[in-house]
């Protein structure tokens, strides 16, 4: 009835078209104008053409590909196969707000902020760890590692040792027994022909850690031999520049012959270690360095080369 015919047949015969014949569609698929103009209005990222004859779907594929071609971002156009998988690759920019003690200094380009990022729904906070509980639901933990090994030798020798390794050693008690603190992060208490190393888990506490362990079973290996060179003695009137000379040859047994640098006329070494510097002023032999752990390292090492080469008197008490 769509030519509109003057007759229509019918089972009775002939019958004339006394109606007027309208064609309506109710289809819900576009031509190819149709589809170009709406992908062209919302401009996404990604086309996925699918519920096609595969080798329109191609034609379809191409065509929108060549359109696209010219555009400054062109989209990724698919026409997958049944059960073919995609993988899509979305791209967004997050922004992270700081708060607390962080935001007390308003950062400027390139300035580098450390803290946890936490994200509550769709905003994210950067705040510093110990903040955590007033930000956040989250806790704090520390990790309290402790270690104890058998010790036999006297634990005044130890003491002496400890001092050469660290430095400053604080001594006091705990529970009436003997307790040192070295680095000011590991304790050292002593028991019954055995000692315990304690120390809160971190990055410097496993490493100071390991340095006081690796003493304790030195010492308690073979005590008599650091004993002997504990109270080893050295005729007080060592020739200054004679030390000087032994300084920089540790640190170049150290660090490296590149990495010294000796300066004899301004009394200077110059330590470089991973972009790190460290002065050595041979007048005071006092050490200068922003590192932390680069200013421990060569300060340790300037005082255990001045202890072993003067007089020191240990006094030898028998552990308890």
């Keep these: 009835m769509v030519p509109r015919p003057p007759e229509q047949c019918h089972y009775c015969g002939l019958l004339p078209l006394k109606c007027s014949v309208n064609y309506i569609s109710f289809s819900a698929h576009t031509d190819y ?13 990604h086309i996925i053409l699918v519920h096609g004859e595969q080798s329109e779907m191609q034609r379809l594929r191409t065509a929108l590909k060549r359109e696209y071609e010219d555009t400054p971002d062109p989209a990724e156009i698919f026409a997958p196969a049944n059960n073919e998988e995609i993988v899509l690759n979305f791209r967004g920019e997050k922004m992270a707000k700081i708060v607390g003690r962080l935001a007390a200094k308003k950062p400027k ?4 902020i450390s803290g946890v990022l936490v994200k509550r729904g769709f905003n994210y906070h950067i705040v510093s760890p110990d903040e955590l509980e007033h930000y956040t639901d989250l806790k704090q933990g520390v990790v309290l590692q402790k270690q104890t090994i058998p010790f036999t030798a006297p634990f005044s020798l130890l003491h002496h040792c400890l001092q050469q390794l660290a430095g400053t050693v604080e001594q006091s008690e705990k529970s009436s027994r003997s307790c040192l603190k070295v680095f000011d992060s590991v304790t050292v208490q002593q028991e019954h022909n055995k000692i315990s190393i304690e120390w809160e888990g971190s990055e410097m506490g496993d490493m100071y850690a390991d340095a006081v362990l690796t003493l304790c079973l030195q010492i308690e290996a073979n005590p008599q031999a650091i004993k002997q060179s504990s109270l080893r003695s050295i005729t007080k009137g060592q020739d200054k520049s004679s030390f000087e000379d032994r300084v920089e040859k540790l640190m170049i047994e150290l660090y ?15 330590v470089t270690l991973d972009d790190h510097k460290a002065v050595i002023n041979l007048k005071s032999y006092t050490v200068q360095c922003q590192n932390e752990s680069l200013h421990q390292m060569v300060s340790s090492a300037i005082r255990r080369l001045h202890n072993a080469l003067t007089p020191v008197n240990v006094p030898i008490i028998p552990a308890t």
Excluded at 37 to 44: A, G, I, V
Excluded at 256 to 270: A, M, R
């Design 33 to 45: 104008n149709q589809t170009s103009e709406f992908l062209m209005l919302l401009k996404p990222a």
């Design 109 to 112: 380009a390139g300035d580098k």
């Design 256 to 270: 490296g012959e590149d990495n010294v640098s000796y300066q004899p006329k301004l009394k200077y070494i110059t």
